[in-house]
T-cell receptor, first 113, second 116 residues
Framework: AQTVTQSQPEMSVQEAETVTLSCTYD???????LFWYKQPPSRQMILVIR??????QNATENRFSVNFQKAAKSFSLKISDSQLGDAAMYFC??????????FGKGTKLSVKP | GAGVSQSPSNKVTEKGKDVELRCDPI?????LYWYRQSLGQGLEFLIY????????KSGLPSDRFSAERTGGSVSTLTIQRTQQEDSAVYLC??????????????FGSGTRLTVV
């Protein structure tokens, strides 16, 4: 079975500091996609970053980067220079066998001014 | 349309009533996905459509749940005889084609269903 685990229900970071959100997953596929989504109170799921498993290089998008460790099945998200607008729920997701996304339970990120 | 549209945005219904939730995907997106997000939980996959076909309905929580898609566009998720445990946010997403994750997924803003 394909699973995604986020072990940090809540995290807090000071504005302008860096925070890392953890995610581990399990899949028997050799090639797959991993995603981080942000969900603010508006409920809209916003794509933060995407990683294809066969690519060795870690994906980056401006202040967001990942640490992808394929052998360890780990996919953490680093947010640099945190901003108040980064406060949200963050979900790690893996593409399942039906093309659907399999989500972790999420990490609630608070940003302190 | 420009994005995935879901209606209604919020729905309060009495226990035992039937409800219909609507999802209008991005034009041209052949794949459509329904998820349920209970309070404080992640997103639970319910069902997906490739065109008008739903190959696997095993993710639906009970036989009170059904979904259809007509014309390869709008989809309706119906919950019959609603129960309080059905209270959740129901999210819809669409993508260009099922199984092609590189195309990405676009989510709607969801329907918050409250059963009283």
């Amino acid at each position: 079975a394909q699973t995604v685990t986020q072990s940090q229900p809540e995290m807090s970071v000071q504005e302008a500091e860096t925070v890392t959100l953890s995610c581990t997953y399990d899949t028997s596929e050799s090639d797959y996609y991993l995603f981080w989504y942000k969900q603010p109170p508006s409920r809209q799921m916003i794509l933060v970053i995407r990683q294809e498993a066969y690519k060795q290089q870690n994906a980056t998008e401006n202040r967001f980067s990942v640490n992808f460790q394929k052998a360890a099945k780990s996919f953490s998200l680093k947010i640099s220079d945190s901003q108040l607008g980064d406060a949200a729920m963050y979900f790690c997701a893996l593409v399942g066998s039906q093309g659907n996304l399999i989500f972790g339970k999420g990490t609630k990120l608070s940003v302190k001014p | 349309g420009a994005g995935v549209s879901q209606s209604p945005s919020n729905k309060v219904t009495e226990k035992g009533k039937d409800v219909e939730l609507r999802c209008d995907p991005i034009s041209g997106h052949t794949a459509l996905y329904w998820y349920r997000q209970s309070l404080g939980q992640g997103l639970e996959f319910l069902i997906y459509f490739q065109g008008n076909s739903a190959p696997d309905k095993s993710g639906l929580p009970s036989d009170r749940f059904s979904a259809e898609r007509t014309g390869g566009s709008v989809s309706t998720l119906t919950i019959q005889r609603t129960q309080q445990e059905d209270s959740a946010v129901y999210l819809c997403a669409s993508s260009l084609q099922s199984g092609q994750a590189n195309y990405g997924y676009t989510f709607g803003s969801g329907t918050r269903l409250t059963v009283v």
